[in-house]
């Protein structure tokens, strides 16, 4: 717990110094803690402690945590791959879905949110390679996407989120960083209105806020190894 505390502490630091350091407005980057495999206490230990935001891949897991923390008002992100059987419970337990890369999927997660009052927070999850096994769309298709995404009723299409290839290089995780954020750019140059750029992890976090992230997503660096 103790530990928790600390790392929790050390990444807001962290996060401040690089908006400083690399002029970005103070407060501008948010932190989202990334809880999956990690228990219910550890997370609510956290959130007392200031943390607002969590973020879970698996939707049977998150369902059970989403639950036993349900009096305590925490903002819940998507960020598992979304198949199509799970996108009603996806719909109508989190407050964001960062990893839509398909409309098929964004439809239906439209239709399933119009139970709700508040539109769904929305990511379009780009990726920068072609490996077929990663999920996420290419830099090219994203603009048709964020078209089709815009009229949908019951999403609210907040931006861009990517997990970029593993590299060590600070300047190779800016390089692509940079190329996300100039999509960002054009397409609010086009009008697209869009806040969020979801990027950095805890390897790289410090170059995504060199290149514009608004959400970093930090699970190891909060909570240790998996
Ligand atoms: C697990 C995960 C993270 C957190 O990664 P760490 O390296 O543990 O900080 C961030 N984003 C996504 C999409 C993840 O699946």
Not at 79 to 96: H, L
């Amino acid at each position: 717990m103790t530990d928790l505390l600390t790392n929790f502490h050390t990444i807001l630091q962290r996060i401040q110094v690089c908006e400083q350091k690399y002029h970005r407005t103070t407060g501008s980057v948010s932190l989202l803690a990334v809880s999956k495999t990690h228990a219910p206490t550890l997370i609510a230990t956290l959130h007392d402690a200031g943390q607002q935001s969590f973020a879970e891949n698996y939707l049977q897991e998150a369902l059970v945590k989403i639950s036993a923390l349900q009096e305590k008002r925490l903002i819940w992100h998507y960020i598992g791959p979304i198949q199509s059987n799970k996108a009603k419970e996806i719909a109508q337990n989190f407050s964001w879905v960062q990893t839509v890369c398909r409309l098929k999927e964004a439809k239906l997660l439209s239709q399933y949110r119009a139970f709700n009052e508040s539109p769904l927070n929305i990511c379009i999850q780009i990726k920068l390679d072609d490996n077929p096994k990663k999920s996420g769309i290419s830099l090219e298709e994203a603009p048709t996407l964020v078209d089709s995404l815009q009229s949908m009723p019951h999403l609210k299409l907040r931006g861009l989120m990517t997990i970029p290839p593993l590299v060590e290089d600070f300047e190779r995780q800016r390089e692509y960083y940079r190329e996300v954020c100039n999509l960002f750019t054009t397409l609010n140059a086009y009008g697209a209105q869009l806040d969020t750029l979801s990027m950095g992890m805890t390897h790289d976090f410090e170059a995504a806020i060199a290149e514009g992230a608004t959400i970093i997503r930090i699970g190891t660096g909060l909570f240790g190894p998996r």
